[in-house]
């Protein structure tokens, strides 16, 4: 099954003009996957899991779930005939989740050494990089180490845009 999907996803990466080995990961994820998933004898129906990451997933006011990865995903799982039921939740209770229950597909996430091994890793759909920005009068003379970095301040781009900096 995992095999399969692998392949579509490649297939579509080909056709969309992407090089699946460049293009984060979609990451789909499956954990764990039970063994009578199949995709022409789905008698089971997976779960499917994405976050609010404008803009490769987000739902709309009006519940509606869209976004790159999630045409992405609609268009294999439609290929592979697996039903799913797809919602969008917070990132902590989608890790929770995907590691306590059977049949659940998240994407998208970013692969690490410490996530490499718990998942069935299908495909990557496009770079991500993580950076770190401050205001410019808050800018360091030199660069810091981590363990000076540790002790400052930390905000994510959302609560940043919240407060309107």
């Given at each position: 099954m995992v095999n399969s999907l692998q392949s579509l996803f490649k297939n579509y990466c080909a056709n969309l003009r992407f090089n699946s080995r460049t293009v984060l990961i979609l990451t789909i994820i499956l954990f764990p996957l039970s063994n009578s998933l199949n995709a022409k004898e789905n008698i089971t129906v997976l779960e499917a899991i994405t976050e609010d990451a404008y803009t490769l997933s987000y739902q709309t006011d009006e519940g509606e779930i869209g976004g790159y990865s999630v045409e992405l995903f609609k268009a294999i799982m439609t290929d592979a005939e697996i039903e799913y039921e797809l919602r969008v939740i917070p990132w902590a209770r989608t890790y929770?989740?995907?590691?306590?229950?059977?049949?659940?597909?998240?994407?998208?996430?970013?692969?690490?050494?410490?996530?490499?091994?718990?998942?069935?890793?299908?495909?990557?759909?496009?770079?991500?990089?993580?950076?770190?920005?401050?205001?410019?009068?808050?800018?360091?003379?030199?660069?810091?180490?981590?363990?000076?970095?540790?002790?400052?301040?930390?905000?994510?781009r959302e609560a940043i845009l919240e407060r309107n900096i």
């Open positions: 929770r989740r995907v590691q306590s229950k059977e049949n659940v597909i998240v994407f998208p996430m970013a692969w690490t050494k410490e996530r490499a091994s718990k998942f069935r890793w299908i495909g990557e759909i496009t770079p991500v990089n993580y950076n770190l920005y401050c205001l410019t009068k808050d800018l360091p003379s030199e660069s810091l180490t981590l363990a000076q970095l540790k002790k400052k301040k930390l905000q994510s």
